[in-house]
Nanobody, 117 residues
């Protein structure tokens, strides 16, 4: 019953912006830390941003000054605002949760972000 559905990816020029959304169901995002990961072809999946149960964000160093993770508890959604995008940001972006009560991890299907130069 737990489900994560990402949206908002697309093709954008270098320097542009995108806002990714993650709609969660089957649990409350306000009771769990939420993460955004990304994976480019031939590379390891990496943690991009995390928002704690208390709403405090942390970021991958290379995106810290450009990306913002946030949430809307009423809508049970998590967002990733991405500004000043670079070709190096090109990847599949995934929403992720590790449920605090069960320890089970869940992933969305991913949304593709492509940044052209």
């Amino acid at each position: 019953q737990v489900q994560l559905v990402e949206s908002g990816g697309g093709l954008v020029q270098s320097g542009g912006s995108l806002r990714l959304s993650c709609l969660a169901s089957g649990f409350s995002i306000s009771s769990n830390a939420m993460m955004w990961y990304r994976q480019a072809p031939g590379k390891e999946r990496e943690l991009v941003a995390r928002i704690s149960r208390g709403g405090y964000p942390t970021y991958l160093a290379s995106v810290k000054d450009r990306f913002t993770i946030s949430r809307d508890s009423a809508k049970n959604m998590v967002y990733l605002q991405m500004n000043s995008l670079k070709p190096e940001d090109t990847a599949m972006y995934y929403c992720n949760v590790n449920l605090w009560d069960s320890g089970s991890g869940y992933w969305g299907q991913g949304t593709q972000v492509t940044v052209s130069s």
